[in-house]
Protein backbone atom coordinates (compact mmCIF):
# COMPACT_ATOMS: atom_id res chain seq x y z
CA UNK A 1 0.00 0.00 0.00
CA UNK A 2 0.71 3.73 -0.82
CA UNK A 3 1.46 5.49 2.39
CA UNK A 4 0.75 9.36 2.76
CA UNK A 5 2.35 11.15 5.29
CA UNK A 6 1.10 14.53 5.97
CA UNK A 7 2.58 17.43 8.07
CA UNK A 8 2.19 19.42 10.61
CA UNK A 9 -0.95 17.31 12.05
CA UNK A 10 -2.24 20.74 13.46
CA UNK A 11 -1.53 24.44 12.80
CA UNK A 12 -2.59 27.62 14.26
CA UNK A 13 -2.64 31.06 12.05
CA UNK A 14 -4.41 34.15 12.01
CA UNK A 15 -6.85 35.50 10.00
CA UNK A 16 -5.00 36.68 6.63
CA UNK A 17 -2.04 34.03 7.22
CA UNK A 18 -0.42 32.35 4.07
CA UNK A 19 -0.72 28.76 5.28
CA UNK A 20 1.25 25.59 3.98
CA UNK A 21 0.76 21.60 4.20
CA UNK A 22 2.88 19.25 2.98
CA UNK A 23 1.80 15.64 1.60
CA UNK A 24 4.67 12.93 0.78
CA UNK A 25 3.63 9.44 -0.78
CA UNK A 26 6.14 6.65 -0.40
CA UNK A 27 5.89 5.89 -4.09
CA UNK A 28 5.56 7.89 -7.42
CA UNK A 29 1.82 8.40 -7.72
CA UNK A 30 2.79 10.95 -10.30
CA UNK A 31 0.29 13.91 -10.08
CA UNK A 32 -2.84 11.22 -8.86
CA UNK A 33 -3.25 13.56 -5.33
CA UNK A 34 -6.42 15.37 -4.03
CA UNK A 35 -6.75 18.11 -1.16
CA UNK A 36 -10.23 18.06 1.01
CA UNK A 37 -11.40 19.61 3.03
CA UNK A 38 -13.51 18.39 6.26
CA UNK A 39 -15.44 20.47 9.11
CA UNK A 40 -16.73 19.18 12.17
CA UNK A 41 -19.81 16.39 11.71
CA UNK A 42 -19.75 17.03 8.03
CA UNK A 43 -19.04 15.19 5.01
CA UNK A 44 -15.17 15.93 3.04
CA UNK A 45 -15.31 18.29 0.00
CA UNK A 46 -12.84 18.00 -2.76
CA UNK A 47 -10.73 20.97 -2.99
CA UNK A 48 -7.77 20.18 -5.24
CA UNK A 49 -7.40 17.10 -7.72
CA UNK A 50 -4.35 16.44 -10.02
CA UNK A 51 -2.30 17.81 -7.39
CA UNK A 52 -2.80 20.93 -8.67
CA UNK A 53 -6.16 21.74 -10.50
CA UNK A 54 -8.75 23.52 -8.70
CA UNK A 55 -12.48 21.93 -8.26
CA UNK A 56 -15.03 24.23 -9.67
CA UNK A 57 -16.45 26.90 -7.16
CA UNK A 58 -13.78 26.57 -4.63
CA UNK A 59 -11.92 30.07 -4.10
CA UNK A 60 -8.62 30.72 -5.52
CA UNK A 61 -6.74 31.32 -2.32
CA UNK A 62 -6.51 27.55 -2.39
CA UNK A 63 -3.68 26.22 -4.11
CA UNK A 64 -1.61 22.84 -4.83
CA UNK A 65 1.52 21.85 -6.60
CA UNK A 66 3.86 18.73 -6.86
CA UNK A 67 4.27 15.52 -8.42
CA UNK A 68 5.94 12.65 -8.13
CA UNK A 69 6.22 11.77 -3.88
CA UNK A 70 6.24 15.37 -2.85
CA UNK A 71 3.09 17.73 -2.56
CA UNK A 72 1.95 20.76 -1.09
CA UNK A 73 -1.28 22.53 -0.47
CA UNK A 74 -1.84 26.55 0.27
CA UNK A 75 -4.33 29.11 1.86
CA UNK A 76 -2.75 31.90 0.32
CA UNK A 77 -5.07 34.45 2.99
CA UNK A 78 -6.74 32.77 5.62
CA UNK A 79 -10.65 33.21 6.20
CA UNK A 80 -12.86 32.38 9.20
CA UNK A 81 -14.66 29.68 6.92
CA UNK A 82 -11.17 27.88 6.33
CA UNK A 83 -11.19 26.54 10.02
CA UNK A 84 -11.14 22.81 9.10
CA UNK A 85 -9.02 19.82 8.68
CA UNK A 86 -7.70 19.19 5.26
CA UNK A 87 -6.28 16.03 3.89
CA UNK A 88 -4.67 14.27 1.10
CA UNK A 89 -5.27 11.28 -0.96
CA UNK A 90 -3.70 9.88 -3.45
CA UNK A 91 -5.49 7.95 -5.95
CA UNK A 92 -3.04 6.53 -8.15
CA UNK A 93 -3.76 2.62 -7.27
CA UNK A 94 -6.09 0.91 -4.75
CA UNK A 95 -6.77 0.69 -1.93
CA UNK A 96 -6.98 4.76 -2.00
CA UNK A 97 -4.48 5.75 0.61
CA UNK A 98 -5.22 9.29 3.10
CA UNK A 99 -3.21 11.47 4.46
CA UNK A 100 -3.30 11.81 8.43
CA UNK A 101 -5.19 15.11 8.18
CA UNK A 102 -3.69 18.60 9.17
CA UNK A 103 -6.27 20.47 11.77
CA UNK A 104 -6.27 23.85 11.28
CA UNK A 105 -7.09 26.63 13.75
CA UNK A 106 -7.15 30.39 14.35
CA UNK A 107 -4.56 31.94 16.95
CA UNK B 1 -25.20 18.95 -8.30
CA UNK B 2 -24.30 15.31 -7.78
CA UNK B 3 -25.92 14.16 -4.16
CA UNK B 4 -25.15 11.07 -1.68
CA UNK B 5 -27.52 10.69 0.85
CA UNK B 6 -26.73 7.76 3.47
CA UNK B 7 -28.58 5.68 5.40
CA UNK B 8 -29.20 7.07 9.25
CA UNK B 9 -26.96 6.15 12.01
CA UNK B 10 -26.78 2.26 13.32
CA UNK B 11 -25.93 0.34 16.85
CA UNK B 12 -24.98 -2.67 16.51
CA UNK B 13 -23.82 -6.01 19.04
CA UNK B 14 -20.67 -7.44 18.59
CA UNK B 15 -20.70 -10.17 16.32
CA UNK B 16 -23.78 -8.65 14.14
CA UNK B 17 -23.92 -6.96 10.55
CA UNK B 18 -25.16 -3.39 9.74
CA UNK B 19 -25.86 -2.82 6.14
CA UNK B 20 -25.37 1.26 5.01
CA UNK B 21 -27.13 2.59 2.23
CA UNK B 22 -25.87 5.22 -0.30
CA UNK B 23 -28.49 6.96 -2.87
CA UNK B 24 -27.09 8.46 -5.56
CA UNK B 25 -29.29 11.77 -6.92
CA UNK B 26 -30.77 11.48 -10.58
CA UNK B 27 -28.84 9.07 -13.30
CA UNK B 28 -25.85 9.66 -11.36
CA UNK B 29 -25.09 6.06 -10.31
CA UNK B 30 -24.70 4.77 -13.70
CA UNK B 31 -22.25 7.35 -14.33
CA UNK B 32 -19.89 6.73 -11.49
CA UNK B 33 -17.83 4.29 -9.26
CA UNK B 34 -18.93 4.04 -6.11
CA UNK B 35 -16.63 3.53 -2.89
CA UNK B 36 -16.89 3.27 0.99
CA UNK B 37 -14.54 4.61 3.32
CA UNK B 38 -14.56 4.54 6.76
CA UNK B 39 -13.44 7.03 9.42
CA UNK B 40 -13.07 5.74 12.91
CA UNK B 41 -13.50 8.38 16.34
CA UNK B 42 -10.83 10.60 15.83
CA UNK B 43 -8.49 8.36 13.73
CA UNK B 44 -7.74 8.86 9.29
CA UNK B 45 -9.64 7.43 6.59
CA UNK B 46 -9.60 4.14 5.75
CA UNK B 47 -10.58 2.75 2.22
CA UNK B 48 -12.86 -0.41 2.16
CA UNK B 49 -13.39 -1.37 -1.45
CA UNK B 50 -15.63 -0.16 -4.47
CA UNK B 51 -18.52 -1.41 -7.10
CA UNK B 52 -19.10 -0.75 -10.57
CA UNK B 53 -22.44 0.03 -10.84
CA UNK B 54 -23.00 -0.96 -14.43
CA UNK B 55 -21.37 -4.13 -14.32
CA UNK B 56 -21.70 -5.10 -10.67
CA UNK B 57 -17.80 -5.60 -10.44
CA UNK B 58 -16.08 -5.13 -7.19
CA UNK B 59 -12.75 -5.00 -5.77
CA UNK B 60 -11.92 -4.93 -1.82
CA UNK B 61 -9.36 -3.98 1.05
CA UNK B 62 -7.24 -6.83 2.17
CA UNK B 63 -7.86 -5.98 5.37
CA UNK B 64 -12.11 -5.99 5.01
CA UNK B 65 -11.82 -9.65 2.47
CA UNK B 66 -14.40 -11.90 3.67
CA UNK B 67 -16.03 -9.29 5.67
CA UNK B 68 -17.38 -6.84 3.86
CA UNK B 69 -20.01 -7.40 0.90
CA UNK B 70 -20.73 -4.00 -1.46
CA UNK B 71 -24.05 -4.21 -3.95
CA UNK B 72 -25.96 -2.14 -6.02
CA UNK B 73 -29.53 -1.73 -6.92
CA UNK B 74 -29.58 0.49 -10.33
CA UNK B 75 -33.19 0.52 -10.27
CA UNK B 76 -33.25 2.50 -7.35
CA UNK B 77 -29.54 4.17 -7.68
CA UNK B 78 -28.64 2.86 -4.30
CA UNK B 79 -25.60 1.48 -3.15
CA UNK B 80 -24.72 -0.57 -0.55
CA UNK B 81 -22.30 -1.73 2.25
CA UNK B 82 -22.53 -4.88 4.56
CA UNK B 83 -19.87 -5.46 7.17
CA UNK B 84 -20.24 -8.29 9.45
CA UNK B 85 -18.75 -10.19 12.28
CA UNK B 86 -18.92 -6.84 14.07
CA UNK B 87 -16.47 -5.50 16.69
CA UNK B 88 -15.73 -2.73 18.83
CA UNK B 89 -13.04 -1.41 16.43
CA UNK B 90 -15.40 -1.40 13.82
CA UNK B 91 -17.30 1.91 15.52
CA UNK B 92 -16.99 4.24 12.75
CA UNK B 93 -18.30 6.84 10.55
CA UNK B 94 -18.89 5.06 7.15
CA UNK B 95 -18.75 7.61 4.15
CA UNK B 96 -19.83 6.39 0.50
CA UNK B 97 -18.61 8.60 -2.17
CA UNK B 98 -18.55 8.34 -5.80
CA UNK B 99 -15.66 8.90 -8.69
CA UNK B 100 -16.51 9.11 -12.59
CA UNK B 101 -16.49 6.23 -14.78
CA UNK B 102 -13.72 7.79 -16.75
CA UNK B 103 -11.40 8.09 -13.89
CA UNK B 104 -12.86 5.68 -11.42
CA UNK B 105 -10.67 6.30 -8.29
CA UNK B 106 -10.85 10.24 -8.59
CA UNK B 107 -12.76 10.77 -5.61
CA UNK B 108 -15.45 13.61 -6.17
CA UNK B 109 -18.57 13.29 -3.93
CA UNK B 110 -19.22 12.35 -0.38
CA UNK B 111 -22.38 11.18 1.16
CA UNK B 112 -22.82 12.72 4.55
CA UNK B 113 -21.50 9.76 6.65
CA UNK B 114 -23.27 7.03 8.74
CA UNK B 115 -22.05 6.55 12.23
CA UNK B 116 -21.83 2.82 13.39
CA UNK B 117 -21.26 1.91 16.93
CA UNK B 118 -20.43 -1.39 17.90
CA UNK B 119 -21.64 -1.73 21.60
CA UNK B 120 -22.73 -4.82 23.66
Known amino acids: DIQMTQSPSSLSASVGDRVNISC ?39 SGSGSGTHFSFTISSLQPEDIATYFCQQYDTVPLTFGGGTKVETK | QEQLVQSGAEVKQPGASVKVSCKASGNSLSASYIHWVRQAPGQGFEWMGRINPNSGGTKYAQKFQGRVTITRDTSISTAYMELSGLRSDDTAVYYCARAPQWLILRVDHWGQGTLVTVSS
Open chain 1, 24 to 62: RASQDISTFLSWSQQKPGKAPKLLIYSASTLETGVPSRF
